[in-house]
């Protein structure tokens, strides 16, 4: 269904720019725009589900996003709400239409199925996975991918209403997580929903400031955040990166485990920014480390802490861990996770 492709290759990038270039588009929303998104999933931003990557602002070989920042990839043209992992699927986590329209395409049946490099050699024009495309009419529409097998609720024609269920957040396509990817177009033309503008290269160093096509209720809950930490709790088997993925939370602890580890996963890392781990437990129980600067930016990081058991058992009592991403020396994201052990 070509209402549903969804390209996440670098030349889309450089298509679009030539395209700007080439008829001088530079749609900027204004007051009265006849578009305003809502909060297109049912999560609650920050603790439940995070943005992961932003659109892809620059025409050129570079990335940048809304907010002059690198929270997004070369090409990428739309807003990637993403879980912790694939096991939240399975609570069913609704996508919701961003605002009023009719339904223009629709696709299901594709596997949820993490792509690699083979595999998605085999998903040309079907990037999008299971989705939905929305005309909200004078050239606006949305686009909603990567949606959960089977759980579509809408038909092409269907006229919808803003915050009607369309169907789960799934990772069907050419996806590498759990997420919804939202796009915005104008009469064809990718628009950032953050800033109202097309790929015209221009940012914003103050997001807060930012005059995007979001509700007032989304833009209070859309903060922008560069880096943050989106996943932190205690297991008790060293945690293996491309796992968690499928599966966050990992080997619950118990008073016999050889190994009793706090690890954090991180997104949107820049070159210099540290991690900080700190446990703290019954006996006594107290460690903590903080790494090295990162060399360079990272789209997702993992780090942890722990220690292997010497006595009998583990103290039973209450372990609190927590977990900070610093930048220039100042904490800008933080998570805490606790687990009570008894006798």
Known sequence: MEQLVHRKFPYCGVLVALLIELLGTNVQTEAGSPLRLSQPIACELGKTCFIQNYVDVDPGPGVRDYACGSATYEGHTGTDFRLQSAAETEKKVAVLAAADGTVKGRRDGMADAFANEASGQGLKGRECGNGVVIDHGDGWETQYCHMRQGSIAVNVGDSVARGQHLGDVGYSGLAEFAHLHLAVRHSGEVIDPFSGRGLDGSCISDPGKATGLWDEAAAAALQYHGGEVFAATFTATVPVLHELEREHAGAKPDGQSEQLIFFARVS????????????????????????????????????????????????????????????????????????????
């Open 268 to 343: 949107n890392l820049r070159g210099g920014d540290r991690i900080r781990l700190a446990v703290k437990g019954p006996a006594a129980f107290d460690v903590e480390t903080l790494t090295e600067p990162l060399s360079r930016n990272k789209a997702t990081y993992m780090a942890y802490i722990g220690r292997r058991r010497t006595a009998p058992s583990w103290p039973a009592g209450e372990y609190e861990g927590q977990a900070q991403l610093l930048r220039g020396g100042a904490v800008i994201s933080e998570m805490r996770a606790e687990f009570t052990l008894t006798d």
